[in-house]
């Protein structure tokens, strides 16, 4: 008896120590695979090293599945993951990129019954306008060229049956866009600011801050999706060579073009 209790103790042993190093040294790969499902294929993580934990690999945006296009963030990501407990458990990543992130980017993941929530600490970075290419209509016709400055105190995404609410504060600004299908370089700069409270009430606003295309708008998300009205024109002297443009994105009306979402 003794000795079939030492057996299994010995493969109670084994089968933990399997479980410990299978979690511990879990492949970079398997995150990959994770957010590839949870993106519907919009964001792929390839050749990706390391461990689910600590690794690296080359981010990807596509249209999603079937789609031909992609994009590639120059010079990859990096990321560390590990466990948290923020009124429950959680989990805690610390990403960055060598061509955008001044500082890694802390983001919160917390999973629950029919719930969800991710969160982002405050941050600030700088990301190529031309990245977003790969995510198809209409961004693989416009083929943008620019910056795009994103800052937040603090913003989060929560899920509960399947309905996003919102909360904090995120801006973008988009910095000397271009674009092929005009001949004015650059375009100009604008700001898109999100704003969302405890109410869960959530607005957007659309500015221009310089250039020869004028953008605004302002938005507010209803029943979890987004209504948008605003509107693009030319400054004086600009109107012939952003005709093309302003009918693609939106619908004419007059020296105007309209923007709606929603």
Known sequence: MATQRSRRWAWLGAI?????????????????SALASLTD???????????????????LLSGGAGSKGQTALPEGIRWKLGPAWSTGPALRARVSSPCCT??????????????????????????PAAMLVGLG????????????QLQ??????????????????IAVEAQDLATRVSTLRPLGSYRVEIRAGADDQA????????????LQGNGQWVGGRLRFRGDAQAAPGNETALANLLS???????????????
Not at 16 to 32: C, D, E, S
Not at 102 to 127: C, H, L, M, N, Y
Not at 152 to 169: E, K, T
Not at 203 to 214: D, I, P
Request: proline content about 5%; glycine content about 14%.
């Open 16 to 32: 933990t120590g399997l479980l410990v190093a299978t979690v511990v040294f879990a492949p970079a790969r398997w995150l990959g």
């Open 102 to 127: 001044e500082q890694p980017i802390a983001v919160t993941f917390k999973p629950g019954f029919g719930s969800a929530s991710v969160r982002f600490d405050a941050f600030s970075s700088r990301w």
């Open 41 to 59: 294929n919009k964001l792929q993580l390839l050749n990706a090293r390391g461990t689910v934990w600590n690794g690296q690999g080359d981010l």
């Open 203 to 214: 607005s957007l606003s659309l500015a221009t801050l310089s250039g020869g295309l004028q």
């Open 248 to 262: 693609i994105i939106g619908r004419r009306e007059g020296t105007r073009s309209l923007l709606t979402f929603g």
């Open 137 to 148: 209509t209409p961004w693989n016709t416009l083929r943008l060229d620019g910056q795009l």
């Open 152 to 169: 937040s105190p603090g913003f989060a995404v929560a899920w509960n049956s399947g309905r996003p609410s919102l909360q904090g504060q």
